[in-house]
């Protein structure tokens, strides 16, 4: 972007922008800079509005490019080790139960088996082996074995109608009297051509010992790494996928044997506990935190199993958007909650030390959900902590290619916040202790999961760059504690590792190098720049409207809108059109009604203005009602003046967001700007001049922010651009 300097005509002769969008020069014409001068942000220092509670964090999701074979492995690590966040998510999940699940098949008393489902979950191949040891003495029995479609579980193995006659006599031959053999497939004949196959084996060892699958093999090393990288910071750990077995299944769940490959949807299957107390499940997860978190524990069976890792977990989540995985309801996911909490004290922490996090939910205006969940008396025990509540959210929008079409996001993050609002409500009448946070958010794209989708082009992650500092400011203003971007690292198609697209429009790093993108360093200056017991000040974004005898002012939800007759004995005398809802319409004269529209929005208007000669209306549900929930909404209002011309000057235009913060002391001021289209926005801020900005914008796709001193008030703002103004001046 230009730098700023001597801008004080800019509006007079920058009709034409030149700016470039993924390697190409595009030609914007800004209509708006011909005819008015920038808006101008207006700040109030000493007018607090609020205390933030917010802290700015992410997610990271288990997948196998945190594998430590992988060549971006350790610059990945690095790059999170770098922000420097808190409340960091750790989010091992289904796609991988390999690298989610310690325990992957149940306890199995003295059969030990070994279950190949092939590197896909649904085919084995030829090439494939299978290694069975008894961890005491030696084979001394082939109970079953066979090569083909073999159904069911340890202890309940059946041969299906494909099955090679030959496979038992071979397991035993190679097999017996040994303590540990190996098996492989391709010792065996192809008893069923084009037909998908396994091998299940289930022996016997002598003397007899009975079985647990515990394995932290491959789970360790990317906790390990992880929590190097965390090192005096805060954690939420989220074992998000429970071990299918714990639930009632029509037939035995398939997974991959290839850790890197992903299931294909079915672990999430089931929607009865086996164990209808609860215990087994609170168990399972009990040890699972006693093995990470107090050297080790003992399995079901009496057997200790040593880790001597002693992490300090300061929280723990329990599952992952759980409406949709094992189709829970609130009052079936509250059991599964409290069992979780109760199982966890019960191995490993007894002191109740580590605080909890619940629900997670994925959808929109669940309500009932927090209703239920926050009301204690719907726990077993009022010594259930409700620590801390989180949801996500996910903006969307028509086209994968199209930079313009990223401005679709903002109007859906505006939707949010008012859904947020009814949630604190929810909250502070029910459990008012418990925080709040949004511990997934982004954007996702179109087709983000296909293989064949086009790349996006950079900019992108500017656009969700300034989407994630729009909603921390606005979420900040109503209290919202944690906001985690989502995620760490993602990536397209990678046919040289063999992998899958995973959500490659929600990576805060390169997949290729490890190194931030642009919404990684938003992350990373919010981070550094702001904290949780900041002050909120009045903030506003001014821009004067034309000035005539009838006029029109249009502002977006949660923004004033101040009227004014520029002759000092005129009044109001006339409010030709209001509505507050969805006004349809571009131009002052040609505004109507749209399908939403407060049928008092006349009245109202006329009674905060008529006979007067300025008046303020806040475009808001508690001013005018809500007349189409879950909907954004716009107050427009064409006015006329009984003398001389008249203007209306919009509180936010809604193309660019401010808000002021101030030290705790106030000691120090920032600024946060916000570019939220495609095009180049100025602004003037008084105190700019010799300020600091730190910016990220499409100047740099994959390097640090700029940092430069301001020589003028005049900021101008690229595509997308996320501005913090530093050191203005007191």
């Known amino acids: 972007m230009a730098k700023a300097r001597c801008m004080c005509f800019v509006w007079l002769v920058a009709a034409i922008t030149l700016s470039r969008i993924d390697g190409l020069t595009t030609e914007r014409t800004s209509r708006e800079w011909l005819t008015s001068p920038p808006p101008n942000v207006s700040i109030e220092w000493d007018s607090v509005t609020a205390v933030s509670k917010t802290s700015c964090t992410l997610q990271v999701v288990v997948n196998p490019l945190l594998r430590r074979d992988v060549p971006v492995h350790d610059q990945i690590f690095e790059s999170l080790a770098a922000l420097g966040a808190d409340y960091v998510r750790y989010v091992p999940w289904l796609p991988y139960p390999k690298l989610s699940v310690a325990e992957l098949q149940p306890p199995s008393g003295t059969a030990l088996c070994v279950l190949l489902n092939g590197e896909d979950g649904n085919n084995i191949s030829l090439n494939e082996t299978a290694v069975i040891s008894c961890p005491q003495g030696t084979i001394d029995k082939i109970d079953f074995a066979s090569f083909g479609t073999p159904m069911g579980s340890c202890n309940s193995l059946v041969q299906g109608k494909c099955h090679g006659e ?38 016997q060892c002598s003397p007899a010992t009975n079985h647990t699958y515990w394995d932290f093999s491959l789970i360790d090393p990317i906790m390990e790494d992880f929590m190097n990288a965390m090192k005096n910071h805060s954690v939420v750990i989220n074992f998000s996928t429970v071990p299918v077995w714990l639930y009632n299944t029509t037939a035995r769940v398939l997974y991959p044997d290839n850790p890197d490959r992903e299931e294909d949807g079915r672990y999430s299957q089931g929607k009865d506990l086996v164990d209808a107390t609860g215990k087994d499940l609170g168990d399972f997860y009990g040890r699972l935190a006693s093995y990470y978190t107090q050297g080790g524990f003992t399995d079901e069976y009496g057997q200790e199993h040593k880790s001597n890792y002693h992490y ?110 009814k949630i604190i409500s929810i909250r502070d009448s029910l459990s008012p202790h418990t925080r709040l946070d949004v511990d997934e958010m982004g954007a996702i794209l179109p087709g983000d999961n296909n293989p064949s989708a086009p790349m996006f082009p950079p900019v992108f992650y500017n656009a969700a760059g300034a989407l994630y500092a729009y909603l921390f400011g606005r979420l900040s203003e109503i209290g919202v504690d944690i906001l985690g971007e989502s995620q760490l690292v993602g990536y397209p198609a990678l046919p040289g590792l063999n992998l899958q697209p995973q959500f490659p429009s929600v990576a805060l790093v390169n997949w290729t ?31 004067d409207g034309p000035a005539n005898p009838q006029f029109c002012g249009y502002v977006p939800n949660q923004a004033p809108l101040a ?28 505004y109507s009604v749209g399908k939403c529209n407060a049928a008092n929005s006349t009245d109202i208007v006329e009674k905060a203005c008529l006979g007067k000669t300025t008046c303020s209306i806040d475009a808001s549900t508690p001013i005018f009602g809500d007349p189409c929930p879950f909907t954004f909404k716009h107050l427009v209002v064409e006015a006329h003046c009984t003398t001389g011309p008249g203007s209306a000057t919009g509180g936010d235009l809604g193309d660019t967001y401010a808000q002021g913060f101030t030290a705790q002391d106030g000691s120090s001021r920032r600024l946060l700007l916000v570019n939220k289209t495609l095009d180049v926005q100025s602004m003037l801020v008084s105190e700019a001049k010799g300020a600091t900005a730190i910016i990220v914008d499409d100047t740099r796709p994959t390097g640090p922010p700029i940092v430069t001193r301001l020589s003028s008030d005049t900021v101008q703002m690229g595509p997308y651009a996320v501005f913090v103004l530093t050191d203005l001046a007191p």
Request: with cysteine; net charge negative; hydrophobic share 35%.
């Open 166 to 203: 030959n496979t038992s006599s071979i397991v035993s031959s190679t097999c017996l009297g040994k303590s540990s053999c190996i098996v492989p497939t391709g010792m065996f004949d192809d008893p069923c051509f084009n037909v998908s196959k396994r091998f299940y084996v289930q022996v």
């Open 312 to 421: 300090d977990f300061q929280y723990w989540e329990c599952l992952n958007e759980v409406e949709d995985e094992h189709r829970n309801t609130p009052e079936s996911y509250t059991f599964v909650y409290d069992s979780m909490v109760q199982g966890i004290r019960r191995h490993a922490d007894p002191q109740h030390k580590m605080k909890f996090v619940g629900m997670a939910l994925q959808q929109h205006y669940e309500y009932s959900w927090y209703e239920y969940f926050l009301n204690i008396s719907n726990h077993v025990s009022t010594d259930i902590p409700l620590d801390v509540i989180s949801f996500h959210f996910y903006a969307h929008c028509t086209s994968r290619t199209d930079p313009e079409a990223y401005t679709q996001f903002f109007p859906k993050a505006d939707i949010f916040i008012e859904e947020c609002k």
């Open 513 to 543: 190098n490890g190194l931030g993108n642009p919404r990684y360093h938003v992350l990373k200056v919010l981070i550094e720049n702001f904290k949780a017991d900041n002050k909120l000040v009045t903030t506003r974004i001014l821009r």
């Open 563 to 590: 009227i004014q007759c520029k002759d000092a004995n005129a009044t109001v005398d006339k409010i030709f059109f209001a509505s507050y809802g969805t006004v349809q319409g571009s131009t002052c004269g040609n």
